[in-house]
């Protein structure tokens, strides 16, 4: 199963201000255990959404909206994709990476196409 787990941008990061130097040696320490582990399939940051848009498409119109947005605490300051066995397994890495952020993080699975099948409990 693949999970996606989540951490928040923040007001630093959305100022453009980079981790501090620890930080960012725990984060690195963790991507390389889930290297290792085999389980890693993508380690990403994203910028500041000052940098971002928004785009909308009602009745066929589309809308555009420049970033910087609002509410800093709704917006993904990265994510990390990990292949487990399980949602607590999943549960274990992100709980890494809460402690090496020293914040909280978000763990969802990612919808695969057995979720479409008639046994699915994706929609329930």
């Given at each position: 199963m693949r999970y996606m787990i989540i951490?928040?941008?923040d007001e630093a990061s959305e100022a453009g201000r980079m981790v501090?130097?620890?930080?960012?040696a725990n984060v690195g320490a963790l991507v390389d255990d889930l290297a290792k582990a085999g389980v890693l399939l993508v380690a990403e940051g994203v910028h500041r959404s000052a940098?971002?848009?928004?785009v909308k498409v009602t009745g066929g119109k589309r809308t555009v909206t420049d970033g910087p947005?609002?509410?800093t605490k709704?917006?993904?300051g990265g994510i990390i994709v990990v292949e487990?066995?399980?949602k607590d397994e999943?549960?274990?890495?992100?709980a890494r990476l809460a402690e090496a952020l020293d914040d909280e993080v978000e763990v969802r699975?990612?919808?695969?196409?057995?979720?479409?099948?008639?046994d699915s409990d994706l929609f329930t």
């Open positions: 951490n928040k941008a501090s130097d620890q930080v960012a940098l971002g848009a928004r947005f609002a509410e709704e917006l993904i487990v066995r399980s999943a549960i274990e890495w992100a699975r990612v919808v695969d196409e057995a979720d479409f099948g008639p």
